[in-house]
């Protein structure tokens, strides 16, 4: 006979809780890298992407159509990521990306340092996603209906 303890089921309940502070250091995290991606990373990208290409040499490896691309994504990225309901699929895009941007500072721009603030990135995102899975299974409910 198999038995659980109270306080099993209790600790897995808290940690989704609102208030809670996985929750608060979640949601801060949350704010803080969508800001980010708006503001940083992906505005940049799409209101002067010219001078963007200018000062970075290693953005001129990649097309500008994709470097525009890549901002839209980003900007779209930051934005869902401060949705509640579109957190788990923005944390899951944007840790794709940034795996993705990793890969391109390592080998195409050949600067393999640069790469590891995006991994670490990639690493939050994935704990993020991770953490807000239940999202992705209330967001497939409600389009389904």
């Known amino acids: 006979m198999t038995t659980t303890s ?3 089921h209790l600790s ?12 608060r250091v979640l949601w801060t995290l949350q704010i803080l890298l969508g800001l980010f ?3 940083a990373s992906g505005g940049p990208k799409l209101v002067m992407p010219n001078a ?3 000062n970075a040499p290693e953005n001129l ?16 990225g930051g934005i ?11 944390a899951v895009g944007l840790s794709v990306l940034t795996v993705l941007a990793a890969g391109t500072q390592a080998f195409i721009a050949d600067k393999p ?5 995006p991994l670490v990135l990639a690493a939050i995102f994935a704990w993020i996603a991770y953490e807000r899975r239940a999202g992705v299974t209330a967001l497939r409910d409600s389009l389904s209906r």
């Open 52 to 54: 963007l290409a200018d």
């Open 80 to 90: 869902a990521l401060m949705v509640p309901r579109l957190t788990a699929l923005a």
């Open 113 to 117: 340092a640069m790469a590891i603030f």
């Open 12 to 23: 897995a309940d808290v940690a989704g809780r609102p208030g809670t502070i996985r929750h």
């Open 61 to 76: 490896t990649i097309p500008f159509a994709l470097l525009i691309f890549i901002g839209v994504v980003e900007v779209a």
């Open 37 to 39: 991606f708006v503001i």
């Open 6 to 8: 109270p306080t099993a």
